[in-house]
């Protein structure tokens, strides 16, 4: 009966689509949200929610840091506190130079104001709510950039405690700097906020209302920021740093990015917190403050823009409501069987005992949170998985643009690289022409996989120099090295394990796109065309590929086969535009079938024209697409030549086959 | 005092310290050099070893610094007090390894660490909830023996640190140089994967490797008692920042150059407390972090794990 009528009001729901469905829930969720203090007026109530609103905020901005970029962030309530102070000094009575004529445009602005408490005239700071919202934020970007600046070399778990010492001394420097801050007793007399000549005082209801639209800004701004260029930069960063670096991402600038707009949203928070307030200490801000936000970033999922709210939600009423509720409730119920240790409970100082385990649990057995970031995309279905492959050479070729002729040649000279005492690459010259297909083969530890990680950026070269259409490369970093046209596959397939096909091609897109974070939030006419025809382009590199990968692009990588990723990780290169392609053994791992497929398929493309410098131990490969070999043995070119030369070359048998098979070989040739 | 006598007591109380976040470094550097992992639930398993200490020591009828035991007795305590803290701290690093962590080794990402901060949160709030939040009056039995060297002071406690220290550290450098155990764990630490397939058992060094490190820290809250004659729930975070920066100026995930570190942190404490003010010691240390990460993050002796990826 119930379940019948359940359906009957559900279908028209139903029948929208899921957009449709999303919109009208959240305008259903922010109608409710506006009316609420209109329907349920009790001040304490409507505090403790707008307590609760404070804290989401705070939350998705430390999910910009630990969530987006990875930046394990411990010491966020630092900028927290950097906005909170801005405020208080700049509208308490606590720093009051003595008057002079300077200030008067300031006060003239309505920013200072001139003040007499017997004695010499001072001034008296009265910076505007709403001027100092948007300014707090700049001034916790500043202060966001500066303390992630020595941290962005490290890796992610010294992050951790150099950001935990950050939160840490802020409020130290903020105890021991009496002058500025009035010390440990904090600031008072901080100004409420004041609206068309109104000011907020300490009803509830108009915090309540800021600190919504301070949400929903929040909310928005992440949103934007994650599907775009800034967000997929981030999650590559997260994922895997090196390689993002190599598909032209700067992790340095990102980085600080999303510590400064981590700390703007923080700093904003701030200002409001202690403008509902009106005081600050320096307690308000210590480790607990940022590993509550933490837990909420956590519990709701990391790097999920609503899951961090709901985290947030959730914290804040079982700090507020649920606990000083099941007190009650054990209470009585001590009272009832008369147990002395139940009266005497109180929940509400279990609360961080709380936080440890949340912690704890979910990282057994939910990592990924309440409301995981990535969904997993549905299964393919019986059609899409038992579909003819369609395989051989490339498909829809036609939609790609051809290289021209000329481009790409690449010259190695005299290149030498050492770890230590050993010897990596000792003096190496290879000539890639423009056009050309060039193979290096050599034994395992040759110092092939080396030379590409020195032509890339990612090893520095003792000496020597690598030019590029009349560039030299050897000292640019990775970014700008695929910047100028070079890109390359990992032997290892390094992929953005969390991201789907799409977005991981989409990354190789980035050294090509220009949108920064304020495009990208505004959705600007050039941002929008941008992105369209990045999105166009790359689902026609993935085509390619056949049915291969088109139907999985919705897909996190992780999940697929061994062959499918070597082609993403292809395709993710190709999608920066590269004029040479450096592919590091793209057929390790495959089946002759797929061996084939591949050779063909890199085979079109050299037939289009792009220059490719290819590492392969399958000879068949090497021999159908080289027009040149190079030989490596410990770190030496041994031989260079035509592909039916090398298979005849005597000091290549010797380094592959060792002397006597190589004295058989000789011999069975000469006798034949 | 002279400023001579001043220098030498600031060395003397800066070694005392050195010797406790050296011993405090080592759990750090021990867990980092084999799981790759800042160990934060660290920093609040010495807090336990402290309080541990302390009931073990009241367990024996001692109370505040009344009760002065000499010969066999103070011996005996004093062992007792080490070996209780010691044991529970190795147990409950053990338990946070077997239970906890070893789940998710392999998992790439922040995990693991985010779990020893939720054990850290757990161990401070169960110890919070249980015995409160006010400093504690730590039972100390040493009778006051006193040295003066020109206007500076020695202490017994102090020499006994120095002497206990020492001797674990000189333990723990046997273990890891020369026993079978010690040699699994420096090959587990260079290479877990080829250690593994030369027939080292990865699960047990990484036990060890937390026993031995959360054993050391409990008997570092011993002596942090037996040096301040007090414990409190809120002790773990400071030392244990400065323990941790110890490990990284020596270069973490090696042995020796966490006990340097913590001695250099140690003298650096005192003298800087003298001379510029107690209250800004954290400040000190920490910026001492940050530029020992700056200009040399391998730190004074270098990291003897390589940096896996």
């Known amino acids: 009966m119930v379940s019948a009528a359940l359906a009957y009001v559900s279908r028209p729901l139903l029948s929208l689509t899921l957009e449709r469905r999303r919109a009208l829930g959240l305008f259903a969720l922010s109608l409710a949200l506006l009316l609420f203090p209109l329907v349920y007026d009790d001040d304490a109530t409507i505090d403790s929610v707008a307590n609760a609103l404070s804290y989401a905020t705070l939350a998705l901005g430390l999910n910009v840091v630990v969530g987006f970029a990875g930046l394990l962030d411990l010491g966020y309530a630092a900028f927290f506190a950097i906005g909170a102070y801005y405020y208080g000094i700049f509208t308490s009575f606590q720093v009051m130079p003595a008057w002079s004529e300077a200030w008067a445009p300031l006060a003239f602005l309505g920013l200072v104001e001139k003040m007499n408490q017997g004695g010499p005239d001072l001034v008296h700071f009265t910076l505007s709510f709403w001027l100092a919202l948007p300014t707090a934020a700049i001034v916790s970007a500043a202060f966001g950039v500066c303390f992630g600046a020595p941290t962005l070399r490290l890796r992610g778990d010294y992050l951790a405690i150099v950001t935990l010492g950050f939160g ?294 003792h000496s020597g120099s690598i030019v590029f259409r009349g560039h030299e490369l050897l000292g640019l970093a990775p970014h700008e090295v695929l910047t100028r046209g070079v890109a390359r596959t990992f032997q290892n397939i390094r992929l953005f394990p969390n991201l789907t096909v799409l977005e991981n091609v989409m990354v190789g897109r980035h050294a090509r796109l220009r949108s920064g974070a304020v495009a990208s939030v505004l959705h600007t006419p050039g941002n929008r065309t941008e992105e369209r025809a990045a999105e166009t382009s790359v689902l026609d590199l993935i085509a390619m590929f056949g049915n291969r990968l088109t139907p999985r692009i919705g897909q996190v990588v992780s999940g697929l086969s061994y062959a499918n990723r070597r082609r993403v990780e292809i395709a993710r290169a190709l999608a920066s535009r590269p004029q040479i392609l450096l592919l590091d053994e793209p057929t390790a791992g495959m089946n002759p079938a797929e061996t084939l497929e591949l050779a063909e398929q890199i085979k079109s493309l050299h037939g289009m024209g792009l220059t490719i410098l290819i590492i392969e131990h399958k000879l068949d490969v090497v021999t159908t697409l080289a027009d040149t070999v190079v030989v490596l043995d410990h770190g030496v070119k041994i031989a260079e030549g035509r592909p039916e030369e090398i298979r005849r070359n005597e000091q290549v048998l010797t380094a592959y086959l060792g002397r006597a098979a190589r004295a058989a070989i000789m011999e069975a040739d000469r006798v034949a | 005092m002279t400023s001579t006598d001043l220098l030498l007591q600031q060395v003397i109380n800066g070694l005392s310290l050195g010797a406790m976040y050296s011993l405090l470094a080592l759990g750090f550097t021990l867990v980092y050099g084999i799981a790759e992992l800042i160990n934060f639930a660290h920093f609040n398993v010495f807090m336990v070893g402290a309080m541990v200490a302390m009931l073990t020591l009241q367990g024996f009828g001692l109370v505040g610094q009344e009760t002065i035991l000499t010969g066999l007795p103070l011996v005996g305590t004093l062992l007792a007090g080490f070996a209780v803290a010691m044991l529970v701290c190795g147990g409950i690093g053990v338990g946070i390894e077997r239970v906890l962590l070893r789940p ?206």
């Open chain 1, 168 to 461: 840490e001394i802020v409020p130290i420097v903020a105890r021991n700097m009496d002058g500025v801050t009035n010390g440990a007793a904090g600031l008072n007399g901080i100004q409420a906020p004041r609206l068309f000549g109104h000011s907020f005082g300490v009803d509830s209801t108009p915090y309540y209302y800021v600190g919504l639209g301070l949400v929903a800004l929040l909310i928005f701004l992440s949103s934007r920021l994650r599907d775009s260029r800034v967000g997929r930069a981030w999650m590559a960063i997260r994922e895997d740093e090196t390689a993002a670096n190599a598909m032209g991402v700067n992790p340095v600038r990102f980085k600080l990015l999303a510590f400064a707009i981590g700390a703007a949203f923080a700093g904003m928070t701030g200002v409001f917190f202690v403008a509902k307030l009106q005081t600050a200490t320096p307690e308000m801000f210590n480790f607990n403050v940022s590993s509550m936000l933490l837990v909420m970033v956590v519990l709701g999922g990391m790097g999920s823009v609503w899951g961090v709210v709901v985290g947030a939600v959730l914290l804040q009423l079982m700090q507020t409501w649920f606990l000083p509720q099941v007190t009650g409730w054990l209470h009585d119920l001590g009272e009832l069987v008369g147990s002395q240790f139940l009266v005497g409970i109180d929940l509400v100082q279990w609360t961080q005992l709380f936080f440890g385990i949340i912690l704890i649990g979910m990282m057994l057995y939910r990592r990924n949170g309440l409301i995981p970031a990535t969904r997993k995309a549905p299964p393919l279905n019986f059609a899409a998985q038992h579909a003819e492959v369609t395989r051989g050479g490339f498909l829809h070729l036609d939609r790609i643009p051809r290289w021209e002729p000329g481009e790409g040649a690449l010259d190695i000279r005299g290149v030498s690289v050492r770890f230590g005492g050993l010897v990596a690459l000792d003096s190496i010259d290879i000539n890639v022409p423009a056009g050309g297909v060039v193979a290096v083969i050599g034994p395992n530890g040759s110092g092939k996989s080396t030379l590409f990680n020195v032509i890339t950026g990612l090893v520095p070269a």
């Open chain 2, 104 to 309: 998710l080794r392999g998992v790439k990402g922040p995990a693991a660490m985010i779990t020893t901060i939720g054990v850290s949160y757990v161990l401070f709030n169960v110890v919070l909830l249980t015995l409160g939040s006010d400093a504690k009056n730590f039972p100390n039995p040493l009778p006051p023996i006193v040295w003066h060297i020109g206007g500076a002071v020695l202490r017994l406690r102090e020499v006994l640190i120095w002497v206990i220290a020492l001797a674990l550290m000189a333990g723990l450098t046997y273990f890891v140089q020369y026993t079978r155990l010690g040699k699994a764990m420096r090959a587990t630490a260079q290479d877990p994967e080829a250690a593994r397939m030369m027939g080292v058992e990865v699960d047990r060094v990484v036990m060890t490797a937390f026993f031995l490190g959360s054993a050391l820290a409990g008997a570092c809250g011993m002596i942090f008692g037996l040096y301040y004659n007090l414990a409190k729930v809120d002790i773990g975070f400071a030392a244990g920042l400065r323990a941790f920066t110890a490990a990284v100026l020596g270069g973490i995930g090696n042995v020796p150059g966490a006990m340097l570190g913590g001695v250099v942190i140690g003298l650096i404490e005192a003298v800087s407390g003298q001379t510029i003010g107690t209250a800004w010691t954290d400040v000190i240390i920490f910026g001492l972090l940050v530029l020992v990460l700056i200009v040399r993050p391998a730190g004074l002796m270098g990291r003897l794990a390589p940096n896996k990826s």
